[in-house]
């Protein structure tokens, strides 16, 4: 069983500033598993250790204990190679339009692949491929990436780690700062990716409402521990202590609730207004009474 | 990683010594560094010693965070040992070829040992209690009759406050940035010198990007709040003396008169 898994953490902790007056611990026994080709949106309000935890997972950051698996080989090995581990778990860091830094695009594109030891014909077209799936026009390869607009910087960046190939990829709060249309573009390129090449994805983000409908399992983190780890709808169900912690469950969950407390009989686990559609157009034509209720 | 590194290494805790006035505890730490250098007489160095361990025992910061600060200037201090332990003329104990040890040589080492320890250990004291915005507004204060004479002495304390309060800031900044480049499979650590140097320009570029935004930024939002320089301009929390300042500056002074008259009158033996 172990071994299919891609990843496993076992009671991962972890102490920023240990032994000094400003010590927090940022993890407490985190534990889960992640199978290969998931799709899972990692959810906590600022300061949760959200990402924190995501920095452990390629091995930016070391657990002060506890044991991470890839591949069933612990990475706190010392014949572990830390270096292979992050070519194979891309992370996209929050803003990584500020980590840009060549003359052109196209050149900051080729920047990982280059580090993985790709000859040059190679990154190059891994960095063709990598910024045509981001759908950013052919006209602005060669241009300075620092002339973009933000939404189109974010998209540079992000190809910069999607050139690398990744099995997993993280992204942190990708669509920070962005307007809607911007957001949208950013969450269904991820989920394609996740469609078209099988990656296992990680979202990190702290709303709801934009991963509910591409995530296939939600892990919320809450004071650094693992608070609920289960589908997106059993997730929602739990959307009074959500509150309680500062975050909240998507609109649609409240408006379900609150027609089914009214006597509506429409499904609660509805998380898209897709979902919710189908439901309500259900329990309309089913019931007519129900439509005087509600009024 | 570099979120270890403590600039200011402000300790919080509730003492006396954290509510001084500013003002006091930087003219208080030039006394005390003049007192070092002109003590002489075992009385004197007991008084020292004295003061110092009375000031870290109300400071009610734990010692071994003073002791922290010593282990930067170690290969200082080994360096002055050795040069003042061979190198003082005087009577010979014991010589090996060219190196000539001499009682004076030990005493001089021993002495200008205990001096920089102190000297570390009672500046520290100061930079653990104050935070560095306590410390450029102190200075502000203190340094204001100078601004008659034409020195800006506003502007140079809010160039000050703006560069401290930056540099954690541009080290998280740092920090992350690497952590990116990293994730994209940079290497910051092997190769020789030439390749180090290449290494570091996927860090620069960004961080100086970063570091002119937000400066931009910064100018922007103190334009929008009308920041017009110093005239006029008044304090939040205004600096004032209290009876403890006034104390704690008796204090010093009694201390300073006392190494002054050991100077005079108890030189023995040194």
Same mark, same amino acid.
């Given at each position: ?31 889960? @598993? ?79 692949? @280059? ?49 690398? @190939? ?130 | ?270």
């Amino acid at each position: 069983m172990t071994d299919k898994m891609l990843m496993i953490l076992d009671k991962v902790n972890y102490v920023y500033s240990e032994d000094t007056a400003y010590q927090i611990q940022a993890l407490k026994d985190v534990s889960f @598993k992640i199978a290969e080709g998931q799709f899972i949106g990692i959810i906590g309000h600022t300061g949760s250790g959200k990402s924190t935890l995501i920095q452990h997972l390629n091995g930016l950051m070391k657990a002060t204990t506890g044991s991470i698996y890839f591949h069933g080989q612990d990475i706190y090995d010392d014949d572990f190679d830390l270096r292979e581990l992050r070519n194979r778990v891309g992370l996209v860091f929050q803003y990584p339009e500020h980590q840009l830094f060549e003359t052109t695009i196209f050149d900051d594109v080729c920047f990982g692949p @280059k580090n993985q030891g790709l000859k040059e014909e190679e990154a190059g077209l891994r960095a063709f491929e990598a910024l045509r799936s981001v759908g950013l026009p052919e006209e602005l390869y060669y241009q300075s990436p620092f002339d973009l607009s933000g939404g189109q910087k974010r998209r540079v960046a992000i190809a910069g780690v999607l050139a690398m @190939k990744p099995e997993v990829l993280i992204l942190d709060e990708p669509t920070a700062g962005l307007d809607p249309a911007g957001r949208d573009e950013i969450l269904d390129l991820v989920a394609r990716m996740h469609r078209e090449r099988g990656i296992t994805v990680i979202l990190v983000s702290h709303s709801m409402e934009d991963i509910a409908k591409y995530v296939q399992r939600i892990i919320v983190m809450n004071h650094g521990e693992v608070m609920f780890d289960d589908t997106p709808s059993n997730v929602f169900a739990h959307y009074r202590e959500l509150e309680a912690v500062g975050l909240a469950a998507p609109q649609v969950t409240y408006l379900m609730h609150e027609l089914k407390s009214r006597g509506l009989s429409v499904n609660t686990e509805a998380i898209t207004v897709e979902e919710a559609r189908e439901s309500l157009i259900g329990a309309l034509t089913g019931i007519d009474s129900g439509r005087r209720d509600i009024r | 990683m570099l979120r270890d590194i403590t600039l200011g290494q402000y300790y919080p805790a509730d003492s006396v010594i954290h509510k001084l006035d500013p003002r006091v505890k930087l003219f208080s730490t030039m006394i005390y560094i003049i007192s070092l250098f002109c003590f002489r007489g075992v009385a004197a160095l007991l008084i020292v010693t004295a003061f110092l361990a009375g000031v870290i025992r109300v400071s009610n910061v734990p010692f071994r965070y003073m002791v922290k600060g010593l282990r930067a200037i170690l290969v200082l201090m080994l360096i002055t040992a050795v040069f003042n332990l061979f190198l003082t003329p005087g009577e010979p104990l014991f010589t090996f070829g060219v190196f000539r040890l001499t009682a004076e040589g030990i005493r001089n080492a021993g002495l200008m040992l205990v001096r920089l320890t102190y000297l570390i250990l009672g500046t520290s004291i100061m930079t653990l209690t104050t935070t560095p915005n306590q410390l450029t507004d102190g200075l502000e204060k203190a340094l204001m009759p100078f601004s008659k004479i034409g020195i800006p002495v506003h502007a140079i304390a809010m160039m000050m406050s703006i560069a401290l309060r930056f540099i954690p800031i541009l080290i998280e900044e740092t920090d992350k940035i690497m952590k990116a480049q990293m994730a994209r499979g940079a290497d910051f650590e092997s190769g020789n010198l030439l390749r180090k140097v290449k290494s570091m320009i996927p860090l620069l570029v960004p961080l100086f990007v970063s570091a002119f935004r937000r400066a931009d930024d910064l100018a922007m939002a103190m334009e929008a709040r009308c920041y017009n320089g110093g005239a006029g301009r008044t304090k939040m929390k205004p600096l004032r003396y209290g009876k403890r300042d006034a104390l704690a500056y008796v204090t010093v002074i009694v201390y300073l008169a006392l190494i002054l008259l050991c100077r005079r009158y108890l030189r023995w033996p040194m």
